[in-house]
């Protein structure tokens, strides 16, 4: 293969890599009392190297009933390892949870899964917040 040819192949790699998308398993809570507006969501993602726990703090910009999925029961779908500050919109309700999240960059991410509580109804909701990462 000629330099340019394999510079192309590998440039056209990166790409595919950095486009396709991972999954992570995960839980989505709210803390007490019945009425929340902030979540929590944490996974357990791989960069293909190393394991860690990524951690999701969440502002809802209007209050709704407290949610929480069951252990493990939420998934986050990803193409880059996260980090820093999101926005989010999505629906919570209806034993569901599904929601998009966008860094300063365009990046999507979605959590989605099943509720074991919440409201009882589909509700839009919308908000920010941050990706914090353990090693």
């Not at 999925?69 to 986050?76: I, Q, R, Y």
């Not at 980090?83 to 599904?98: F, K, M, P, Q, Y």
């Not at 860094?103 to 914090?132: F, H, M, R």
Request: hydrophobic share 30%; proline share 6%; aromatic share 6%.
């Amino acid at each position: 293969m000629s330099g340019r040819a394999a510079v192309e192949c590998r440039m056209l790699t990166a790409h595919m890599l950095y486009r396709m998308s991972s999954t992570a398993p995960g839980t989505v809570t709210t803390p007490p009392p019945s009425v929340a507006s902030n979540f929590t969501a944490t996974f357990t993602i791989t960069d293909g190297v190393t394991t860690r726990q990524a951690t999701y703090n969440g502002n809802l910009s209007a209050s709704t009933q407290r949610f929480d999925s069951e252990p493990n029961g939420a998934t986050l779908t990803y193409s880059k390892v996260p980090s820093g500050n999101c926005s989010h919109e999505g629906t919570v309700g209806a034993g569901n949870i599904n929601l998009t999240l966008t860094d300063p960059d365009g990046i999507k991410y979605v959590v989605a899964g099943k509720l074991k509580d919440g409201p009882s109804t589909s509700k839009s909701v919308s908000g920010s917040g941050t990706w914090l990462l353990s090693l």
